[in-house]
């Protein structure tokens, strides 16, 4: 009896111990749960929580069930933002791939002056989308710019053009400016696809006559898909989010034919006042993205075996 | 004969190698070196177009003076966006280390209920959350302060840098740990002495990407800071490129645009070994 209790309450007082020590990790990651908490949990609750609600800035708000929500089916303004910014996403995407993936084969391996290279094509990449924005506004300037005087000065064209006033030469003004600008993060990403490819499965494909086309088809891209699909969710991510460039560039102009979603959610929300109605746009966004990071997840799964 | 071939081939392989890669490169390059050129213009030049780039009528300096005559000036937005982008640094790192130390080297109730908490924020675009973060930030007193923006933008950082920290210090051999516990040191001592040395490549990381992220943020300062006092760099140039304050001053917007551009440029430069690292972190895993 005693002989037992004495081999057991060390034991146990070391358990209690052990258990007691690894409940000072609930103090270590504290700090970081309350920032989550209270700037991301709650507001996010209260998104939803507005969402039901008449809620103008100033008086008070009105519970209205999902009258918001019936706004937005005949909200046709919004519906054409968010078509437009899915045309945005779908041409920016093309656009950025069509240049990334040449420089990341370009870049792939270590030759004389890749590394300069690599660094040239990626200093874009680190300077905001505000300053690139107003970089190009600057650039696209009729009067003060570079781009319409350059080509009257070369005699391209008979005046001026303003590559602002109308709609496609701003739209793909700002394709321009984003491809400039992301191309090479992406191109990065690809890289490292392109590089955990094993090089004598390709030098097999070599010997076995494989042309480089047929190498890049039966090789590069199966093995890139995990890659392929995390450039292509976070640029169709970051399009679908867009902003800056449309507010700072184009002011959603011309007539109103740029507005994106967050723009539209953005001049409801803080131009308007109307925040619960702007809530209710924010959960339609909010479930559009989970439902782009679930496929996210799903074309991210560990692959089975080689495939 | 052959070998001369095979020699001919690889000049002119080379050759169109290099010269892909330098055309490309001015094309990323030049809109970035063109702005910084025409800043030094005289203010009357710099409202013609930038043809040639370089000043052609003398050196000056005046783009960055007129800066500073708008509204409460250049150096006020600077010193906003300095204090926000370092307090978000210091902030997101202190929170991050702590956090990434407790959810490696611990076993609690509720961890992974935790870590997934935050890593799944990154699912959810806090554009769709700036509304209720206004009010909550009213709420706490924060409205319309710096402090209320860092407090937002360190959340903003936290899943990536805590995911980051959780890996640094899930590399780092438990044996050192133990070793250090024999010797008497304490938690605290620890992870201050004996871990950080360790995982010092990956606090580089995230401080570098929550500087970045902090300095070049717009849609989250525009929404939340309506004093002008209160404005960061890119809210500040916005509204001079509006033309807020008159007449729309390009010189001035291409000094302005300058100014947001270049520390982002030299911390790169000088810190690009620890950029992609954090890029490949999150491509890979």
């Known amino acids: 009896m005693t002989s037992i209790a004495a081999t057991s ?17 609930l103090l270590y990651v504290l700090p970081a749960v309350a920032f989550v908490t209270v700037f991301f949990v709650i507001p996010l609750g209260m998104t939803a929580w507005m969402s039901l609600h008449n809620w103008p800035l100033m008086g008070e708000h009105a519970f209205i069930g999902l009258d918001n929500y019936f706004a937005i089916l005949r909200d046709t303004r919004f519906w054409n933002a968010l078509k437009f910014t899915f045309y945005y996403t779908l041409i920016v995407t093309i656009a950025i791939f069509a240049v990334a993936f040449p420089l990341a084969i370009f870049i792939e391996r270590p030759r004389p002056l ?16 505000a300053s690139a924005s107003l970089l190009w506004s600057w650039l696209l300037n009729v009067d003060s710019g570079l781009f319409s005087p350059a080509a009257y000065d070369l005699g391209l064209t008979e005046r001026k053009v303003n590559l602002l006033a109308t709609f496609q030469p701003a739209f793909w003004s700002i394709i321009a400016m984003v491809v400039w600008k992301v191309a090479g993060f992406t191109m990065i990403i690809l890289m490292t696809g392109l590089q955990s490819i094993p090089q004598d499965l390709q030098e097999a494909a070599v010997i076995d006559g494989a042309g480089p086309f047929a190498r890049f088809r039966a090789i590069t891209l199966p093995l ?9 969710i976070l640029s169709v991510a970051g399009s679908i989010l867009a902003f800056d460039q449309f507010y700072i560039i184009l002011r959603g102009g011309p007539r109103n034919q740029t507005l994106t979603a967050v723009y539209w959610i ?42 | 004969m052959a070998e001369a071939m095979s020699q001919h081939r690889k000049a002119a392989f080379s050759l169109a190698r290099h010269s892909t890669g330098i055309i490309a490169s001015v094309l990323f390059l030049a809109p970035i070196v063109w702005t910084v050129l025409s800043t030094f213009k005289p203010a009357q030049e710099a409202r013609q177009p930038p043809l040639p780039p370089w000043p052609t009528t003398g050196f ?51 961890r992974d209920f935790f870590f997934i908490l935050i890593l799944s924020t990154i699912m959810i675009p806090f554009q769709s959350i700036l509304t209720p973060i206004f009010l909550v930030l009213t709420k706490l007193g924060l409205h319309n302060t ?37 010797d008497g040191a304490n938690n605290v001592t620890m992870l201050v002495k004996v871990m950080l040395p360790l995982v010092w490549p990956g606090v580089v990381t995230i401080a570098l990407f929550a500087f970045l ?18 404005f960061t760099l890119p809210v500040m140039m916005t509204a001079l490129q509006s033309g807020r304050f008159g007449a729309i001053d390009w010189g001035a917007v291409q000094a302005g645009v300058t100014v947001m551009m270049v520390p982002c440029l030299i911390l790169f430069l000088a810190l690009q070994r620890f950029y992609i690292r954090g890029l490949m972190a999150g491509a890979v895993k």
């Open chain 1, 9 to 25: 309450a060390p034991a146990r007082a070391r358990r209690i111990g052990v258990s007691r020590r690894q409940w000072v990790g």
């Open chain 1, 114 to 129: 890749t590394n300069l290279y690599r660094t040239a094509f990626f200093m874009p990449a680190v300077v905001g989308f």
């Open chain 1, 224 to 232: 890139m898909r995990r890659t392929l699909a995390l450039a292509l």
């Open chain 1, 266 to 307: 953005f001049n409801q929300s803080f131009v308007s006042f109307k925040l619960g109605y702007g809530a209710a746009l924010s959960m339609v966004l909010l479930v559009i993205l989970v439902a782009l990071s679930l496929i996210q997840l799903w074309l991210l799964r560990k692959p089975e075996g080689l495939d």
């Open chain 2, 60 to 110: 000056s300096v005046e783009n960055y003076q007129t800066l500073n005559t708008f509204g409460d000036g250049l150096w006020a937005s600077a010193q906003n966006s300095i204090y926000v982008s370092v307090m978000t640094v210091l902030l997101s790192v202190l929170v991050s280390v702590l956090a990434g130390y407790g959810f490696s080297r611990f076993r609690f109730p509720f």
């Open chain 2, 146 to 182: 710096l402090t209320g923006l860092v407090c937002v933008y360190v959340t903003l950082q936290l899943p990536f840098s805590i995911f980051m920290m959780r890996n640094a210090f899930d590399a780092v051999p438990r044996e050192i740990e133990e070793a250090a516990r024999m």
């Open chain 2, 213 to 230: 992220g902090a300095w070049n943020e717009f849609l989250a300062a525009l929404v939340l800071m309506t004093d002008q006092s209160k």
